[in-house]
């Protein structure tokens, strides 16, 4: 599996980006897709993520302001964010994995990682 992350760019607090992260590859059965991101001097967090129910899932410091989403014909997910702070501030990371429940938490384990994109906000 592969996955190609783009969108991000430098925004004014207040604005909208939209990520997107074109997938490639197969992931056999139930499954879980999303994004992480990490601030400098931070450590890696789940941001948001999606199942093969399309039963989604946020941290609470995005909820209300990001949605996220998956094209299945384009196997493309999007990460919609709404109303950005400063402190979005961080490389987001497109991520996937095997599903290890029925739900996918936003920072569940993931298999496999994109390259990042960064986004910054001041």
């Known amino acids: 599996v592969q996955l190609v992350e783009s969108g991000g760019a430098s925004v004014q607090s207040g604005g909208s980006l939209k990520l997107s992260c074109k997938v490639s590859g197969y992931i056999s059965g139930s499954y879980c897709m999303g994004w992480f991101r990490q601030a400098p001097g931070k450590e890696r967090e789940g941001v948001a993520a999606?199942?093969?129910?399309?039963?989604?899932n946020y941290a609470d410091s995005v909820k209300g302001r990001f949605t996220l989403s998956y094209d299945n014909a384009k196997n493309t997910v999007y990460l919609q964010m709404n109303n950005l702070k400063p402190e979005d501030t961080a490389l987001y990371y497109c991520?996937?994995?095997?599903?290890?429940?029925?739900?996918?938490?936003?920072?569940?384990?993931?298999?496999?990682w994109g390259q990042g994109t960064q986004v910054t906000v001041s």
């Open positions: 991520v996937a994995g095997v599903a290890s429940g029925p739900f996918c938490y936003s920072d569940f384990d993931p298999d496999y």
């Open positions: 999606i199942d093969s129910d399309d039963t989604t």
